[in-house]
């Protein structure tokens, strides 16, 4: 057995994929295997055709911009699919469970009991960082170890020799996925570089946030490519629409880059700005450090708070409910003109109370 086997249920490791039509022909001049319409509908040409399972052109983008072979790309329709993928291929129902660290993101608790799997949580520490001996000390229970950097709804960064401390420690008993869905505003942080060190290790990354594309459905899994055949045995056969595919490459285009990294810019300067506007509220106790394009802040009173910027029209999310959070509030950074309202809002709050 390959080191992945060992990892991977059996079902998945007999499991022989679909054979799609767009997978076993790739040259040809007359296509006539897939059942498709031959008429081009005036406004939508290109589109009676299925996409390809894996668009080539776009892996090879993406696989440059993160610094990795193409081989070590998988495309999804953005992060969530990802995450489905990963526990659909390495987990079993009523046998395996996944570890994840509340509070953070939430689909890893909601992808993982849809797919009928244990969870097990090992909350954040102190400064919102991973208790990574408690972590390793349970991590032979756990085939996937979901940890999240910058972490939301906190916003911090996790502690890069805390995640080594982590991946040495599971080497064999668990594949360690990490969610950089904000990588984008702390480039440097990124662990893609340890994908040659550790192939136990898995990234996450999207369009969503930082390239403004969170309507696009699109992200992707880096790995070794060993992970990334298995959860190619587990996707659709036809996952990304063929619009997606253009959109996302002109994204992924050096202009489409240096576009991203000029709303980036602007994005960490409003978001330095904003915390230090709150922290000089007498209604904010506490602001989290935050490296993502969003502040996570606690007051004295999150609902009251939520009520008075909703009459201004303004929309935040209260996160009171989730472990540790009482009285927490998630704000996006928004356009200059956005952040002028929420101030004044903020500060017509501060007056009133
Ligand atoms: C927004 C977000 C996602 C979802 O990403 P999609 O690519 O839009 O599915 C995943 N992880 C985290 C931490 C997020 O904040």
Redo the contacts with the bound molecule.
């Keep these: 057995m390959s080191w992945l086997e060992s990892f991977t249920p059996r079902h998945i490791r007999d499991l022989v994929p679909y054979s799609s039509a767009r997978r076993e022909a790739s040259s040809g001049s007359v296509w006539l295997n897939a059942n498709e319409n031959p008429f081009p509908r005036p406004g939508f040409e290109g589109l009676n055709r299925y996409p390809d399972f894996q668009p080539q052109a776009l892996i090879q983008a993406y696989a440059d911009y993160a610094g990795v072979d193409k081989e070590q790309v998988l495309v999804?329709?953005?992060?969530?699919?990802?995450?489905d993928l990963i526990n659909r291929a390495f987990c079993q129902q009523g046998v395996d469970q996944i570890m994840f660290t509340p509070p953070?993101?939430g689909?890893y608790d909601i992808s993982a009991k849809t797919a009928g799997l244990g969870t097990d949580e090992v909350p954040l520490g102190s400064d919102w960082q991973m208790d990574v001996g408690t972590m390793i000390e349970r991590s032979d229970q756990s085939k996937l170890v979901y940890i999240?950097s910058p972490?939301?709804p906190t916003g911090n960064l996790l502690k890069r020799s805390d995640i080594i401390q982590l991946l040495e420690a599971t080497r064999d008993t668990s594949l360690v996925v990490m969610?950089e869905?904000?990588i984008e505003f702390t480039p440097e942080n990124s662990l893609v570089n340890l994908l040659a060190s550790y192939r136990h290790l898995i990234v996450?990354r999207?369009?969503?946030?930082a390239f403004g594309l969170?309507g696009l459905?699109?992200?992707f899994v880096l790995a070794d490519q060993e992970v990334i055949a298995t959860l190619q045995k587990v996707s659709a056969p036809y996952p990304i629409p063929i619009p997606v595919v253009d959109r996302v490459s002109t994204a992924l285009s050096d202009d489409g880059q240096q576009g991203m990294k000029r709303e980036v810019a602007m994005i960490n300067q409003a978001r330095k700005d904003l915390m230090r506007e709150l922290k000089a509220f007498s209604f904010v106790e506490e602001v989290i450090p935050s490296e993502a394009n969003f502040i996570l802040f606690r007051v004295k009173d999150a609902e009251a708070l939520m009520s008075v910027l909703s009459e201004s029209g303004i929309i935040i999310r209260n996160r009171s409910t989730q472990y540790g959070l009482a009285n927490t509030v998630r704000v996006s950074i928004g356009t200059p003109d956005e952040m002028k309202q929420l101030s004044l809002a903020f500060n017509e709050y501060e007056d009133a109370s």
């Design positions: 999804t329709r953005g992060i969530d699919e990802g995450i953070t993101y689909m999240c972490n939301n969610d869905a904000y996450l999207t369009m969503s946030k969170a459905r699109c992200g």
